[in-house]
């Protein structure tokens, strides 16, 4: 018997009920048990940080994952889905540190770093009941009883079992690079991570002079925004091919050396200055200046504090002369090695230690923060008479995606993997994957991949997975551990858990006569995990060896845009590193949700609507439906607002159920009024003559079909559309220009009862 509809419904309530229906009969479980001997449909889950709570990122990318692998499972595969957490590294550390007033790694060292661990260890699932909740309110299907947590000792193995492989094909190395550096967090960070938040600051704006040995009247003109790195200035770098100026500045009569093309950089007018002599930037090579300070006079022995040569120097911006701290610029190490002003065993002009502020060396600003410090070393510039200029300078820089704070660059030893070998094999793998949307391979990560750079793997922090090497003092002898069992072999103990506070105790017998081997400091940056998910969520190869290797490279990941230059990249160097092949076969990338303003939504700023206030005011389907028929599908940005939800409910859920509503009102009324029990048989439906029911049962076909070429081709965006059109078609046009015919009143009109 069909039961009557109500006039009104409440979405919101509606999909409680299915959500409980679902629960009590164990749905997704159930469908799991009864696919279990199907083909296999591969899904790897990108894993989230569960110290925050899910934002409009998150569902808009589980949607997608729900539509795709619900579809699979509908066209006869067997989908695993399992919710992977991503536990360690700095957003985990931020917290804690924030929350018991952690300033360096000297307050670490006296708590204990088992102590500080347990705590890291206390919240990395603060927020994981209402991940659960959140999910599962969205009607998203995926499996948290079989989940994976980057903190597992079983998935810990696995990555340190990725990294002997890499270590073992000689793509490990420790050098000393100038990396994008967060102060606020104590540690170096990789090219990609520093590449995720840009923002545009007023930094200060100087230009210095330095006056030359042989002619203390004459001084070349620098300029920089970093001030803080000028007392560190080893050097300076000019164009060799550029045209250069010795000029008098009319006002002053003062004499500087610059690039001609660089004069509006000083002068406004012709008239201020004459111009007393013209050569190229080749000429300046060598010449000898005065340092701006003295705190590394020394360095003059091994030829600091001289003009050196470089094309890298540009007339688009300063003066055509680059003043240069070798460890906090990359360009500025490449050339003082170059110019041996440096060595790779010279002690280190790097006079800033984990926090951001000045070491002892730098007596004047010894303790202060570097940004801080700015304001004083301008002044002592002032003072001395070597400040030509000073004013601000609006530009794109980078900041900490944890800390939200600057970031610094600096030169700090880490352990690098070996990328830049590899660059033409990642772009043939790239070119295997099918990317929606298709510009994406080839523009956003394909950029990115030609220009990949040496992978900085190491975090000098504490709550994350070790890294598996022992060293002697001199860094010689080196023994990377690949497995418990290796380790146990190694040290004599067998370990459960495979953190610092574990494993940091135990040495290795030296095989030179070096005593014994200590456990590097270094932990594992994040990515590296993420990246290694593939294998280490199955325990790989210590476990489930057949299944993984018969089911690699997935069938199927999404996440947002931001991953290209994140974890879209890191499975993609690990596979090809590991196995020579790509880790995924198909992915869709979608855009960032941002507020209705156009900003990056904001907790701080509140400037948009709490989801689960969405979900409880319009229903989960109508959200889901709101971003999905968007332009976020197709990798673009989309401004949330939440009248486009609301029209959602208004323009596609309401009619619909107002035209099923209308159909089983008339089904009750045939059955009261006719006693005749309407019931559909396809194979006893005749065929009708009315042209609007052809029309409506081709539109319907057609959507059927077209519906599954699309989502074969995981082309969500073209989809969506479709059906909601058909939404439209149906209700607006078929049920309004159909409505008297389709009532009980007009029997003969019907085709479809016994």
């Not at 930094?203 to 000028?230: H, K, Q, R």
């Not at 093309?261 to 090579?285: D, Q």
């Not at 294998?535 to 990941?557: L, S």
Request: aromatic share 14%; net charge neutral; hydrophobic share 35%.
């Amino acid at each position: 018997m069909v039961q009557p509809v109500a006039e009104n419904i409440n979405f919101p309530s509606e999909e409680e009920k299915i959500l409980n229906l679902w629960k009590e009969l164990d749905c997704f479980r159930e469908c799991l048990k009864q696919s279990k001997n199907r083909p296999r449909y591969t899904f790897y889950d990108g894993p989230p940080f569960a110290t925050g709570l899910p934002h409009y990122g998150h569902i808009l990318a589980g949607t997608i994952k729900d539509i795709v692998t619900r579809f699979a499972h509908q066209s006869g595969f067997h989908v695993d889905r399992r919710f992977g957490w991503d536990c360690h590294g700095l957003p985990v550390e931020y917290e804690i540190d924030k929350t018991i007033g952690i300033k360096g790694p000297e307050d670490v060292a006296k708590m204990g770093i088992a102590e500080y661990n347990k705590q890291c260890r206390g919240i990395v699932m603060r927020y994981a009941g209402e991940w659960e909740i959140s999910v599962q309110r969205l009607g998203r299907w995926i499996d948290f009883r079989n989940d994976y947590k980057t903190l597992y000792p079983w998935f810990m193995e696995t990555v340190w079992w990725v990294f002997k492989q890499l270590y073992d094909k000689g793509l490990v190395y420790r050098g000393v690079k100038v990396m994008p550096f967060s102060t606020a967090c104590n540690t170096p960070l990789s090219n990609f991570e520093s590449n995720q938040n840009y923002k545009d600051v007023q930094d200060p704006s100087v230009i210095v002079t330095f006056p030359l040995e042989e002619d203390s009247s004459v001084a070349l003109v620098a300029w920089t925004t970093t001030p803080w790195t000028l007392p560190s200035n080893l050097s300076v770098c000019v164009n060799p091919d550029m045209q250069y100026v010795k000029l008098q500045d009319n006002a002053s009569g003062q004499v500087f050396i610059l690039m001609e093309a660089r004069l509006s950089a000083l002068f406004k007018a012709e008239s201020e200055y004459t111009i007393l002599e013209r050569f190229p930037g080749s000429a300046l090579k060598g010449k000898k200046y005065k340092p701006l300070f003295n705190y590394f006079e020394k360095c003059k022995e091994n030829g600091a504090f001289r003009v050196l040569v470089d094309d890298y120097v540009r007339e688009e911006e300063g003066t055509g002369v680059v003043h240069q701290a070798p460890y906090f610029g990359a360009d500025d190490y490449r050339i003082c090695m170059e110019y041996k002003v440096i060595q790779k065993d010279s002690p280190p002009v790097c006079p800033v230690d984990a926090s951001g502020c000045f070491t002892a060396e730098v007596t004047d600003f010894a303790g202060q923060y570097v940004k801080d410090a700015d304001k004083n070393i301008i002044k002592k510039l002032k003072e001395c008479g070597r400040l030509v200029y000073s004013g601000t300078y609006k530009h794109n820089y980078p900041f900490c995606w944890r800390s939200d704070t600057p970031l610094i660059y600096k030169a700090v030893p880490s352990w690098f993997i070996r990328v830049e070998h590899m660059v033409d094999k990642l772009l043939a793998n790239n070119e295997q994957c099918y990317w929606v949307p298709e510009f994406v391979r080839e523009k956003r990560f394909g950029n990115w991949l030609k220009e990949a750079r040496d992978w900085a793997v190491s975090r000098n922090r504490y709550w994350g997975t070790p890294i598996p090497l022992w060293v002697s003092e001199d860094f010689e002898e080196v023994v990377c551990v690949g497995s418990v069992d290796e380790l146990a072999a190694l040290t004599g103990v067998k370990v459960s858990d495979l953190h610092r506070e574990s494993v940091d105790g135990l040495t290795i017998p030296s095989r030179c006569g070096k005593g014994v081997l200590h456990r590097v400091p270094e932990v594992f940056d994040c990515w590296f995990e993420s990246g290694s998910m593939p294998y280490a969520q199955v325990h790989y190869p210590f476990e489930n060896r057949k299944e993984f290797e018969d089911t690699f490279p997935a069938d199927f990941i999404a996440e947002g845009i931001d991953q290209t230059r994140g974890w879209f990249y890191t499975l993609l160097v690990l596979s090809t590193a590991l196995f020579g092949k790509p880790p995924f076969k198909n992915v869709i990338v979608n855009g960032l949700v941002l507020a209705s303003d156009g900003q990056k939504m904001s907790k701080r700023k509140k400037n948009y609507p709490d989801p689960s206030a969405i979900v409880n005011s319009y229903g989960a389907d109508a959200l889901r439906l709101y971003l999905i028929n968007s332009p976020v599908v197709r990798a673009e940005n989309l401004r949330f607002k939440e009248e486009g939800v609301r029209d959602v409910l208004k323009d596609v859920f309401l009619p619909w159920y107002n035209a099923y509503r209308f159909l089983i009102q008339n089904v009750i009324k045939l059955q009261k009024e006719e006693g005749i029990n309407f019931k559909y048989n396809e194979a006893s439906v005749k065929e009708s003559d009315n042209i609007m029911d052809k029309w409506i049962v081709s539109f319907t076909q057609s959507l059927i079909h077209f519906f599954k070429v699309e989502m074969d081709a995981y082309r969500l965006y073209t989809v969506v559309p479709r059906l909601v059109k058909f939404v439209d078609m149906l209700t607006n046009w078929y049920v309004r220009t159909n409505r008297r015919r389709l009532k009980v009143k007009d029997t003969p009109t019907r085709t479809e009862q016994d």
